[in-house]
C-alpha cells in the first residue's frame, strides 16, 4: 500500500525527462515549436471562417515542408540544435525528406 503505481511507460518517462536535462537549446526548441503549432492552429481557425475550406486546407498541407525547410536551415546556422534535437540529417535522412516534398507537392497538383 505504500508503493504508488507509476503512470505510463518508464522508456516514455525517461525520454521525456531527459529531453529537459538536454539544456537551455533543447528547451528553447520545444517551447518555439509547441508556441508556433498553437499559433498556427488559432490562424487556421480564423482561415477557415474567412476563406475557401479547400485552399485553407491545401496550404496545411504544405506543413511538412515547411517544417524540413527550418530543419535544414536550423543545421546550416545552428548545428548545435540538431544535435540537441536528435535530427537524422544524413544523405538517407534527406533523400527521403525531399521525396515526402514531391510527393506533398504532387498531393497538392492533384487537389487543384
Known amino acids: 500500500m505504500g508503493v504508488i503505481p507509476l503512470i505510463g511507460?518508464?522508456?516514455t518517462r525517461h525520454e521525456v525527462v531527459g529531453y529537459f536535462e538536454k539544456g537551455n537549446l533543447a528547451i528553447g526548441a520545444l517551447i518555439s515549436a509547441e508556441s508556433l503549432q498553437f499559433l498556427g492552429i488559432i490562424f487556421s481557425i480564423f482561415a477557415y471562417g474567412i476563406g475557401?475550406?479547400?485552399l485553407v486546407t491545401s496550404i496545411?498541407?504544405?506543413q511538412p515542408i515547411i517544417t524540413?525547410?527550418?530543419i535544414i536551415?536550423?543545421?546550416f546556422f545552428m548545428p548545435g540544435?540538431?544535435?540537441a534535437l536528435k535530427e537524422n540529417m544524413g544523405r538517407s535522412a534527406l533523400m527521403q525528406k525531399a521525396?515526402?516534398?514531391a510527393v506533398v507537392i504532387a498531393g497538392?497538383?492533384?487537389i487543384y
Open 108 to 110: 497538392l497538383y492533384f
Open 81 to 83: 540544435l540538431i544535435d
Open 9 to 11: 511507460i518508464q522508456s
Open 60 to 62: 496545411g498541407a504544405l
Open 52 to 54: 475557401s475550406i479547400s
Open 99 to 101: 521525396l515526402s516534398f
Open 68 to 70: 524540413i525547410l527550418i
Open 73 to 75: 536551415a536550423a543545421g
